[in-house]
Nanobody, 120 residues
Framework: QVQLVESGGGLVHPGGSQRLSCAAS?????????????LGWYRQAPGNQRELVAAISLDGSTNYTDHVKGRFTISRDNAKTMVYLQMNNLKPEDTAVYYCNTVPATDRYWGQGTQVTVSS
């Protein structure tokens, strides 16, 4: 089984930074997922649908939704089965629960997410 565990969320002031981490199971399943799948960070704000905000392919190329382009950076470490999201210049509208998953998402991989709250 593959488990994805997100961490690093919290309360941050507008304009601040936060780094999210996602750890996948370090078993054959997690290692396999990291070796063959594109990965992404998703977020869901209250009352909204979950949306993909950042994606990274196997070769390291990245894509971002326009809302976060220039402020967020996604990276991955396949050897450690980790994926990261560096978030800078955070805005109140970035407040959401953030999740990692494959791209496209795999339903059984959804974890608990990590709450990011941007507020003064």
């Amino acid at each position: 089984q593959v488990q994805l565990v997100e961490s690093g969320g919290g309360l941050v002031h507008p304009g601040g930074s936060q780094r999210l981490s996602c750890a996948a199971s370090r078993n054959i399943f997690g290692i396999t997922v990291f070796s063959i799948k594109d990965l992404g960070w998703y977020r869901q704000a209250p009352g909204n649908q979950r949306e993909l905000v950042a994606a990274i392919s196997l070769d390291g190329s990245t894509n971002y939704t326009d809302h976060v382009k220039g402020r967020f950076t996604i990276s991955r470490d396949n050897a450690k089965t980790m994926v990261y999201l560096q978030m800078n210049n955070l805005k109140p509208e970035d407040t959401a629960v953030y999740y990692c998953n494959t791209v496209p998402a795999t339903d059984r991989y959804w974890g608990q997410g990590t709450q990011v709250t941007v507020s003064s």
